[in-house]
């Protein structure tokens, strides 16, 4: 700043101009050869390596994870190196150098990510509605026939239906009994190794919870010994034992259930920490105002934590929406319990039509882009 | 929290019992799959895991000894032998009909209308008399009910690891998760202090877009990204997958580094810079080190979410025996082994454990990360 | 060694400026305490000197060198933070040697730097310790450790001791002034909004205010000669009364009329401020009680504060719309609503026109 200020002259939208294009240009070349170098480094030592080593599987890859996280902390190094070789900051340029270095140091950390995030999540949102107007291979150009047809659907309609279901249950069922969790398990003394053990579901994957549940879900015919703990249960009470996962409708409940069961754990843990944020003061006024423990609880505290009960629905919401692993294991998407990202893969993978899968994509993309409006409203708000 | 003065000892009570209830029904699924897994596979199908513990009844039904091995013994011909041929358990009742299996009591002696007796003693072992020579080449079919001792092993997770390809898997799982974790957490830390620290034109502009990306489904990035991959020559490699995940998990890392590293105190970061330090410095030898708590709450975040993932796996690893990860070998064995209780429950357990021992080892990050990342305007 | 040359600085955020021009001169060896209340500029004028504040226009040199554009590490500058700014991960020992690790200097020299300011500052007993295990004080030292070990120039302190509590401020106050003494080569700039250490550690003090330099001077000149009435109010405590007045004589004396009384002040004052308003100021310590019943103010008791060594009364006074604040020595007892006459000695009167300028410096 202050150097084109000093040589503010005719001249200086010229100079300006190009000053900015020479500073991308080296931006440009420093990061290119910071990333030259750290691969080019990194193939040298993997084929050095191979060459010396019996080739063994477990070894590669454990070279190729160490090479690949190395290649990426080689760039950082190389490439700020290289920048402080071009603009020292020493002799008689020190001032420009350090304001051009300056200039160009913030890109070349940011570098790696905004190539990685316009790769990933970008490039492809715009591809998608690229896609979304064209044929199966995404060759052919066939207008909105992927909206009409989405249109009429069944399955389609089928996945909306029981996707607007998941919105309407699962936020709700976890932030509950969350809620429940977080408020009981704050007032024991062995309420940490409660909360420990209704969170650890969190660790386990859509996969494997959808084998847990689906053992608990397991259904022999009547009279036979019932393995599965629902059914056991049911008989037990002198019911009859249900192929509970082929019930319509109610199956999409249970299938619910294992991401309720999952994202409990999530919203407990977050409510809890929002309850012990509330000014003990608040609470001991109540007290002495001689509300009971039901009144302080609901009159309270409740409404002191609102905003972030909206945290947890929203950020549960959003996981629903992509919610796919559960659905593909335990029923893929028979017995009317299809979903959206489910029915999306179907098109993908079993359909191989890359232009209906692109389409339903959208779909859920637009269910989310009100969530992420509010989401940026509420970061700008605050960082000033 | 304190109770108080006059605190209700019933409503305190009702909450312990209550609490019980919740731990009880949220650990309850786990556990029918972590005792299943170490239960005879026999015994999985026939009785539930919650029995286990307990002796079951088990009906079997054996095969007496073919009747040309009879002996003539004081004018009868007598067929001895054991029920459980070589095991051991015990006899709890026995019968000679399929119908009433369980007619007799051990050591009593059955009558059939043919003049046969039979006695089956507690311990298995049986004696047949027949008045005449018997005839016939099979055996008599012996209807008995026996008490097992609770059985368990590890021949499932033998079975598992080394014939189902679930050890395979797990080394592929390994592969992909470590340096998944790893790359976007460095990505990301640089990224994070410039967005902190260093004053660039449009960094508002990209904390928004970052904040925007954080909920873009998966979904939306599936099909242009395996185009590409395919375009480019890279689909179905580790590489591929590594550089998937990292562009999936790097919003949130950026999100939740930036939150932590813009709250370090800004004196720390000016006395390094009075001290010599560049910025590369400052980053390596203040930003770093400090910012440990953050790190490893996104790295377990990341963990976690690359090691259960299914859908990234699917799309950009292949089918084949040498890439399947855990959760795709799961799955496909849902598919295929559908009723093989003992494997997949082994299988699941096999596949869970890291994750709950990490969940276990550093949960105090993951609650960290997951404060730091969900509570904005709470 | 160096001093620093300002030659008007000027600061701004976007349209906003917030440092309107200072020209200052600190010589080498001196130590200079910048002084005035909350935002007005001291510290955004002191992290201009280290060079973690760009400079929007003006010339900034220290020793003979230009230094806008040189960054900190390189101005030969050493700052201690109000925080303390301790590397909380390295121990007292790394955090001291960091600067010259950084640039790369032998480890034998790291090592007698360290030792030495550690003896100085009595830290040895704790060089293995995390910044977390010492208390504020220690922290402090660390924090001076570091910018002795750094063998700067000028030494920069951005208000030290307000974390510090009431007597480790005192403790750590001598400490600083002593620090000066064994350094007598070293420049020092010192931030605060604490009147009293401006008063106890400066050569010489510079009075802002917002954004530019009210005063520079001793303290005594400060205590003395106030340029004007921010300067007047803003040092001693408790501040300067200030009463209106009226201009009735000039010349080598100047004669005003304050209420119904009249004074004669050995301040000269120019022939055409004759019959003008002016503020009459007068320092509570330097009022006495008239025992004639003839001084110069009279006024109603309103409030005793007795602190032992000295009772401060506050006196409503007819048409003033500040009450008069009078300092005495020792206990005093009044009773509420005595009324009580002040007389001062000319002397100690100070006279500021309409702008609030002082007369003297007219």
């Known amino acids: 700043m202050a150097v084109t200020q000093a040589t503010a002259a005719p001249s200086a ?87 051009k270095a300056n200039a160009i140091r913030p890109w070349l950390f940011l570098g790696p990510a905004i190539i990685v995030l316009g790769l990933y999540l970008v490039y492809p949102v715009f591809n998608s509605v690229v896609l979304s107007f064209h044929g199966p291979t995404g060759q052919e150009w066939v207008g909105t026939y992927n909206y009409r047809w989405l249109a009429q659907d069944p399955a389609f309609r089928e996945s909306m239906r029981n996707n607007i279901l998941w919105l309407i249950v699962v936020p709700a069922a976890a932030t509950f009994f969350g809620l429940i969790a977080a408020a009981l398990t704050d007032r024991i003394a062995w309420g940490n190794i409660a909360k420990s053990l209704i969170f650890m579901p969190m660790a386990i994957s859509f996969v494997g919870a959808s084998v847990i549940w689906k053992f608990i879900y397991d259904y022999r015919p009547e009279g036979a010994e019932q393995i599965g703990l629902l059914n056991a249960i049911v008989t037990a009470f ?29 919203a407990m843990v977050i409510l809890s920490a929002a309850l012990r944020g509330i000014p003990e003061e608040t609470i001991e006024a109540a007290v002495i105002d001689g509300a009971s423990p039901f009144q302080i609880f609901y009159k309270i505290k409740v409404p002191q934590i609102w905003g972030t009960i909206a945290v947890v629905w929203t950020t549960i919401t959003i996981l629903v929406l992509k919610v796919f692993d559960i659905v593909l294991a335990m029923t893929n998407g028979q017995w009317g319990t299809q979903v959206l990202a489910n029915y999306m893969f179907d098109w993908m993978f079993r359909g191989l039509d890359f232009g209906r899968a692109s389409t339903i994509a959208l779909v859920i993309m637009i269910m989310v882009v009100p969530i992420m409006i509010w989401n940026i409203r509420e970061v700008r708000k605050d960082v000033r | ?120 003693q507690k311990n298995g072992d049986y004696v047949i008399t027949y008045p005449e020579q018997p005839e016939g080449r099979r055996g008599e079919r012996l209807f008995v009910t026996t008490l097992e001792p609770p059985k368990f092993t590890l021949a499932n997770y033998n079975t598992v690891l080394f014939s189902e390809g679930i050890g395979q898997s797990f080394i592929n799982t390994l592969t992909v998760t470590i340096p998944a974790t790893v790359i976007p957490i460095l990505i990301a830390a640089y990224a994070a202090y410039a967005l902190s620290w260093m004053r660039f034109p449009g960094r508002a502009l990209l904390l928004a877009t970052v904040v925007g990306l954080l909920v873009v489904p998966l979904q939306m990035a599936l099909i242009p990204l395996l185009r590409l991959y395919n375009g480019v020559g890279i689909g179905k490699s580790f590489i591929g997958i590594w550089l998937a995940h990292t562009g999936f998990g790097l919003p949130l890392a950026i999100y939740l580094l930036r939150n932590y590293i813009a709250g370090l105190p800004r004196e720390i970061i000016e006395s390094a810079r009075v001290d010599g330090a560049t910025d590369f410095d400052i980053f390596r030898k203040i930003i770093l080190p400090l910012s440990f708590p953050a790190l490893a709450s996104f790295a377990i975040f990341q963990f976690l979410w690359v090691w259960n993932d299914l859908l990234v796996a699917t799309v950009f690893l292949g089918n084949n025996e040498e890439q399947l990860v855990l959760t795709g070998r799961l799955r496909e064995l849902l598919g295929s082994r559908g009723g093989n209780w003992e494997i997949l429950s082994t299988s699941a357990f096999v596949a869970i454990v890291v994750p709950i021992i990490v969940f276990f080892a550093l949960q105090r990050y993951l609650v960290r990360g997951l404060l730091a990342g969900s509570v904005k305007g709470g | ?209 917002a954004g530019r330099i009210e005063q520079v001077g001793t303290p005594i000149e400060l205590y003395e000669r106030p340029a004007n009435l921010f300067v007047a109010q803003f040092i001693g405590s408790p501040a300067m009364n200030v009463q209106r007045a009226r201009i009735d004589k000039t010349g080598e004396k100047t004669t005003i009329v304050l209420g119904s009384r009249k004074a004669d002040l050995p301040i000269p004052s120019p022939a ?74 000319p002397g100690k009167m100070h006279l500021f026109n309409e702008q609030g300028r002082s007369l003297l410096y007219l």
């Not at chain 3, 003033?320 to 300092?327: G, H, L, Q, R, Y």
Request: charged share 15%.
């Open chain 3, 1 to 209: 060694m160096a001093g620093v040359l300002m030659k008007d600085i000027r600061k701004s955020y976007g349209a906003t400026e917030v440092i309107h021009g200072i020209d200052l001169e600190i010589h080498s060896g001196e130590f200079v305490v910048f002084v005035g209340p909350s935002g007005c500029g001291k510290s955004t004028l002191l992290r201009m000197i280290a060079g973690l504040e760009t400079i929007t226009s003006g010339e900034m040199y220290i020793g003979d060198q230009l230094v806008n554009d040189i960054p900190p590490s390189q101005r030969g500058i050493a700052m201690v933070f109000q925080s303390y700014a301790l590397y909380p991960h390295m121990s007292v020992y790394d955090n001291m040697a960091f600067g010259m690790r950084i640039a790369k200097r032998p480890k034998a020299e790291i090592d007698k730097r360290v030792r030495e300011a550690a003896e100085i500052l009595r830290l040895t007993p704790y060089l293995d310790r995390l910044p977390k295990a010492l208390s504020g004080g220690q922290r402090q030292r660390v924090a001076i450790g570091r910018a002795i070990v750094r063998d700067p120039k000028v030494f920069l302190f951005d208000e030290p001791l307000s974390n510090l509590d009431a007597a480790l401020r005192v403790a750590t106050r001598i400490e600083i002034a002593k620090l000066k003494e064994s350094m007598p080569q070293s420049t020092m700039v010192y931030v605060t909004h604490d009147q009293v250490e401006a008063m106890t550690l400066a050569n010489r003090i510079v009075v802002l205010s």
């Open chain 2, 1 to 120: 929290m304190s109770t108080g003065v006059g605190a209700r000892p019933a409503l305190t009570w009702a909450v312990h019992l209550s609490v019980l209830f919740l731990v009880a029904v949220w650990t309850t699924p786990t556990l029918g799959i972590l005792v299943s897994s170490f239960r005879d596979k026999d015994q999985i199908v026939v009785s539930g895991w919650w029995t286990s513990f307990f002796p079951t009844e088990q009906n079997i039904v054996a095969r007496a000894a073919p009747p040309e091995e009879a002996v003539e013994q004081d004018g009868q011909w007598v067929i001895t032998g054991n029920v459980f041929e070589g095991g051991s358990g015990t006899v709890s009742a026995f019968g000679t009909s399929i119908q009433r299996p369980k007619e007799f009591e051990p050591g009593t002696t059955a009558e059939t209308r043919d003049g046969q007796t039979i006695t089956v």
């Open chain 1, 13 to 99: 939208i010229g100079s300006g101009l190009v000053s900015a294009l020479s500073t991308i240009a080296v931006t440009l070349v420093v990061m290119a050869a910071g990333l030259a170098a750290s691969i080019v480094l990194a193939v040298l030592a993997y084929a050095l390596i191979m060459a010396i080593l019996p080739d063994s599987k477990l070894l590669g890859a454990v070279i190729v994870m160490f090479l690949g996280v190395a290649a990426c902390f080689g760039y950082f190094w190389s490439a700020n190196k290289l920048l402080d070789t071009f603009y020292p900051a020493r002799g008689a340029n020190i001032a420009a150098n350090l304001t």
């Open chain 3, 272 to 345: 055409d401020l004759a019959g003008a308003e002016v503020h009459f100021g007068v320092r509570p310590e330097d009022l006495t009680i008239a025992t004639n019943g003839n001084g110069l103010i009279d006024g109603r008791v309103n409030i005793v504060e007795s602190l032992g060594e000295v009772t401060n009364v506050y006196l409503d006074v007819e048409n003033a719309p500040e009450p008069i604040i009078v300092k005495l020595p020792g206990v005093q007892r009044f009773n509420r609503g005595e009324i009580i006459s002040l007389s001062a000695e």
């Open chain 1, 238 to 266: 002198g019911g009859a034992p249900q192929a509970w996962l082929t019930v319509p409708f109610w199956n999409n409940f249970f299938l619910m259930v294992v991401l309720i069961w999952i994202q409990t754990g999530f």
